[in-house]
């Protein structure tokens, strides 16, 4: 792993794969770190230079005054970027990720490949749900960050996977336990306030919308609107909760690298 200097403190980011091949951002979820794309590294890192980061306010990166903002967050990626000499890249972002991609899609397309927008929406819930949240993880402070672990797997994970594989699913989820509550709520406030429904129609890029049948915090529903507003996207669904690539990783795994491989 690697820290980039901002003007107001560091990015954690880590590279991996061949230093000359095409580079592939991955954008984390709300209260998870870039572990959290580690089921895809070995067969992504084959074909790109794939370059995970710690969103603000998450893991090993910067945790400023909030409220953030998603044009913020993505204007972290683009300073990551420029600061690592990129010019172009593939964008892969899940949850408040595929915000930060649906923002850089509309305004900054020029510097994008192509974009996944997983298990995300153009607007997450609503004020009320983001605010309700933000009151308790600052009132709570970082029990309250163990208490949203402990209700997480639900969101995140289908009953069955989390039988199956409880030793990945709590890995995940203690990253939210872990996550600064200042930091995360300064992100629940950047997804409160994004409303991509009307500016999907200014994505140019070749995209990939994901869903999971069984995500009920960014529906199939969510997925289909997207991919009926972006221009010639390409739709896929998968038998998963909230975070498909960790709960359906070798399927999600391939799915994404062909569309990756066709651009």
Known sequence: MAL???????LNYQLDGPADAQVLVLSNSLGTDLGMW????PAWSEHFRVLRYDTRGHGGSLVTQ???SIEQLGGDVLALLDALDIEHAHFVGLSMGGLIGQWLGINAGHRLHSLTLCNTAAKIANDEVWNSRIN????GGQQAMADLRDGSIA?????????????????????LAHTSPEGYAANCAAVRDADYREQLGRIQVPTLVV??????????????FMHRRIVNATYAEFPAAHLSNVEIGAAFTARVLDFLLAR
């Open 66 to 68: 909030g409220p953030y």
């Open 4 to 10: 980039l200097q901002l003007a107001d403190g560091v």
């Open 38 to 41: 580690d089921v895809q590294i």
């Open 211 to 224: 869903a999971g049948t069984a995500d009920v915090v960014t529906t199939p529903e969510h997925g289909r």
């Open 136 to 139: 308790t993880v600052l009132k």
């Open 155 to 175: 969101r995140w994970f289908t009953p069955a996977f989390a039988q199956a594989q409880p030793a990945e699913a709590q890995r995940i989820c203690q990253m």
